[in-house]
Nanobody
Framework: QVQLVESGGGLVQPGGSLRLSCSASGSIFSIQGMGWYRQAPGKQRELVAYISSSGNINIVDSVKGRFTISSDNAKSTVYLQMNSLKPEDTAVYYC????????????????WGEGTLVTVPP
């Protein structure tokens, strides 16, 4: 079994910063990539940023220049540094990872964390 555990959410004033962390653990053979999605109240879940195991990064335009994604492959951990936060960044942030399980069929599967709430008041 694989688990993703997020941390770092909270309440921050506009213009402030937060750093989210997500660590994967369990029966992991390899991690193909890790990333972050978010879901604001009444809206669909959207991709925020994703980093592949080779370091390729995909980041949504609305956070470019403000958010940075990075990973520590040795720790199976992905980070999301969020600066210059805005009220529209308020959402539950979900960690996701494409993981090949040890002893599994050899294909990567998507795993999700339970989410961490980021609140930026108006």
């Amino acid at each position: 079994q694989v688990q993703l555990v997020e941390s770092g959410g909270g309440l921050v004033q506009p213009g402030g910063s937060l750093r989210l962390s997500c660590s994967a653990s369990g029966s992991i053979f390899s991690i193909q990539g890790m990333g972050w999605y978010r879901q604001a109240p009444g809206k669909q879940r959207e991709l925020v940023a994703y980093i592949s195991s080779s370091g390729n990064i995909n980041i949504v335009d609305s956070v470019k220049g403000r958010f940075t994604i990075s990973s520590d492959n040795a720790k199976s951990t992905v980070y999301l540094q969020m600066n210059s936060l805005k009220p529209e960044d308020t959402a539950v942030y979900y960690c996701t990872a494409d993981i090949v399980e040890r002893g599994g069929h050899g294909y990567a599967m998507d795993f999700w964390g339970e989410g961490t709430l980021v609140t930026v008041p108006p």
